[in-house]
């Protein structure tokens, strides 16, 4: 990650520098509450995925930066809107904004990086990455009612659940991508796979997330262990067991997800029936075969600094803790 991340350092910190320009409001809550989710951390991946596509493409211009923190301030966007949502309290290892502020700020606030982002876009004039962003934003959109819907359904298969967070996850992570490629003009081809590479690492990044709230630590992982769990998520590693688990065990699966506070023996329960059946290894073994296919979406470019730094972010995808 550090090794990938090093090709860009000098353009992330303009991007950093950028997230406060951006954030300019005469509303000083706006401010506090975003200033506050941008300064609790993060991998910064999306913003790095758009650097390297742009490095990639032979991008020579400036627009790179202000269209980094844009995928990143709809990013945030997200996130805020998640945890009210999700009723998060924890957020990269420390109180959540809606914890502080309420849901009400939470929400408004992540209204505003939405107006904002594309206030930006629409100055910038790009009609091409206009359209992108757009089209990224409606599609997270479906993605979080498709999970809502999805709550708590033990029949959920595989398949659906692989269109849920290519909706609420990966799309994103493929607009950051193909946007790189819009700026370095790329050819249609050249786009189209630097988007599917996109795609699919988000695809993997979103299944590992998934083993972690499995496996991890609170401190690890920067929010509550089992909170998916909690609130009716069947993420993958549920989903291989209930498709192999028993009668029985499945119904004492769905009793515990009836349960409007998950206690500690019904997480071990589960979590016991998920390593039975093999669901962290089933879960990372497709991750591992999206990033696969993800890296050889860039045999179409020949080797470079960019393209290894690419491979090299996927990889690590795979290994990350949190």
């Not at 089992?226 to 028993?246: A, Q």
Request: proline share 2%; with cysteine; aromatic share 6%.
């Amino acid at each position: 990650m550090e090794a990938a991340l090093a090709l860009i350092e000098e353009d992330l910190k303009k991007v950093e520098l950028q997230f406060v320009k951006d954030l300019q409001s005469e509303v000083p809550l706006i401010r506090k509450v975003a200033e506050y989710v941008f300064s609790s951390g993060g991998k910064r991946i999306r913003p790095a995925l758009l650097l390297l596509s742009a490095r990639l493409c032979e991008y020579s211009g400036d627009k790179h930066v202000s269209l980094a923190s844009v995928i990143e301030f709809i990013h945030t966007a997200t996130l805020l809107h998640d945890d009210v949502v999700d009723n998060a309290h924890l957020r990269r290892g420390i109180a959540s904004a809606n914890t502080l502020w309420g849901n009400e700020a939470s929400v408004l606030v992540g209204d505003y990086l939405f107006s904002k982002s594309f206030s930006i876009l629409v100055a910038d004039g790009d009609l091409n990455l206009l359209q992108a962003m757009s089209n990224a934003t409606t599609v997270i959109a479906e993605g979080e009612v498709l999970q809502l819907i999805s709550m708590s359904d033990l029949d959920i298969t595989e398949e659906r659940y692989i269109e849920v967070i290519k909706s609420k996850t990966a799309i994103l992570l493929a607009t950051a991508c193909q946007s790189g490629a819009i700026l370095g003009k790329a050819s249609p081809e050249r786009e189209a796979a630097l988007q599917n590479f996109g795609l699919e690492l988000g695809i993997a990044f979103q299944l590992i997330d998934d083993t972690l709230d499995y496996v991890s630590s609170e401190k690890q992982l920067g929010k509550s262990i089992g909170h998916d769990l909690e609130e009716g998520k069947i993420t993958l590693p549920l989903i291989h067991t209930l498709k192999n688990c028993t009668k029985d065990e499945r119904e004492t699966i769905a009793l515990i997800l009836e349960k409007d506070t998950l206690l500690k023996d019904d997480f071990s329960m589960v979590i016991g029936l998920v390593c039975e059946y093999g669901g962290i290894e089933y879960s990372t073994g497709v991750a591992k075969e999206y990033i696969t296919r993800s890296k050889a979406r860039l045999d179409i470019f020949s080797d470079s600094p960019g393209k290894k730094a690419l491979t090299d972010l996927a990889d690590y995808v795979l290994t990350r803790q949190r």
